[in-house]
Nanobody, 125 residues
Framework: QVQLVESGGGSVQAGGSLRLSCAISAGTVRLYVMGWFRRAPGKEREGVARLDSDGSTAYADSVKGRFTITKDNAKNTLYLQMNSLKPEDSAMYYC???????????????????WGQGTQVTVSS
């Protein structure tokens, strides 16, 4: 069973930075893709960033150049560095993992089987 636990959320002013962490417990399960998603109140879930097992990444247009997804394999931790935060980045952020990926949309959440509980990010203007 795969367990994902996010941390690092909080409240910051616009222009500030936060680093989200996702502690991964996967045992012998081989994770193919890991991603960060967010959901703001009244809005649909949005794929923010993805990291494939080969190291390739993808980002939503809204965060390109500001957010960076990385993984520390020694610590079994996925990160999302968020810089130049904007009020519209405010949302609950979720870490997710997939062992297979079939969607043509690189930021779709449909193929992710494992999800964390989320961490709240609030950006004030």
């Amino acid at each position: 069973q795969v367990q994902l636990v996010e941390s690092g959320g909080g409240s910051v002013q616009a222009g500030g930075s936060l680093r989200l962490s996702c502690a991964i417990s996967a045992g012998t399960v081989r994770l193919y893709v890991m991603g960060w998603f967010r959901r703001a109140p009244g809005k649909e879930r949005e794929g923010v960033a993805r990291l494939d097992s080969d190291g390739s990444t993808a980002y939503a247009d809204s965060v390109k150049g500001r957010f960076t997804i990385t993984k520390d394999n020694a610590k079994n931790t996925l990160y999302l560095q968020m810089n130049s935060l904007k009020p519209e980045d405010s949302a609950m952020y979720y870490c997710a993992a997939a062992i297979h990926y079939y969607s043509d949309n690189l930021l779709s959440g449909a193929d992710y089987a494992f999800w964390g509980q989320g961490t709240q990010v609030t950006v004030s203007s």
